[in-house]
T-cell receptor
């Protein structure tokens, strides 16, 4: 199950602090995604990037920021502006193209808890 | 608006019973439908996609454009099928997926 890794597995944050979640992939995928998974709400897209140095907001981008300086890396920062940051965060990657939606490969996730 | 609906939060069946996990979608374009599965303590992973028209672990799903559905079926459930199942909708140039809220399948011995 290698290929896409997330760290740390568990993260605790005090209110008012920013925190950065790591996502790295060695699958040579162009596209990367960040989702938030909450019980009863499924997965909701936070940000996505189809190519290095470019990214777009997803459905729930408020209070989050990302960067895509390298193809392999897509870190997510949860800022103090995010009102309800406690959640399970999933990173995914895929190779877009071919006119079809490609399979997304997911990392193991990071569980963030705000104390 | 694009939307995926999974009406059941929990589906409990006995081993050997048939299983049908429901998924309905709304999409104005040409939809691409997927089922992703998350077993306990494992990563979310693709189970099957409609364009492949294949059976994975005994599961099949047929895209019904008239009913805008993509229900997941298996004739005889196994205990190892117990997991969270997500239906997802793709399509368009962005390669984005829209996920449903998920159905937890519990197969009782």
């Amino acid at each position: 199950d290698g290929g896409i890794t997330q760290s740390p597995k568990y993260l605790f944050r005090k209110e008012g602090q920013n925190v950065t979640l790591s996502c790295e992939q060695n699958l040579n995928h162009d596209a990367m995604y960040w989702y938030r998974q909450d019980p009863g709400q499924g997965l909701r897209l936070i940000y996505y990037s189809q190519i290095v140095n470019d990214f777009q907001k997803g459905d729930i981008a408020e209070g989050y920021s990302v960067s895509r300086e390298k193809k392999e890396s897509f870190p997510l920062t949860v800022t103090s502006a995010q009102k309800n940051p406690t959640a399970f965060y999933l990173c995914a990657s895929s190779t877009p193209g071919g006119g079809e939606t490609d399979t997304q490969y997911f990392g193991p996730g990071t569980r963030l808890t705000v104390l | 608006a694009q939307r995926v609906t999974q009406p059941e939060k929990l589906l409990s069946v006995f081993k050997g019973a048939p299983v049908e996990l429901k998924c309905n979608y709304s999409y104005s374009g040409s939809p691409e439908l997927f089922w992703y599965v998350q077993y306990s303590r494992q990563r979310l992973q693709l189970l099957l996609r409609h364009i492949s028209r294949e059976s994975i672990k005994g599961f099949t799903a047929d895209l019904n454009k008239g009913e805008t559905s993509f229900h997941l079926k298996k004739p005889f459930a196994q205990e190892e099928d117990s997991a969270m199942y997500y239906c997802a909708l793709g399509g368009g140039a962005t390669n984005k997926l829209i996920f449903g809220t998920g159905t937890l399948l519990a197969v009782q011995p």
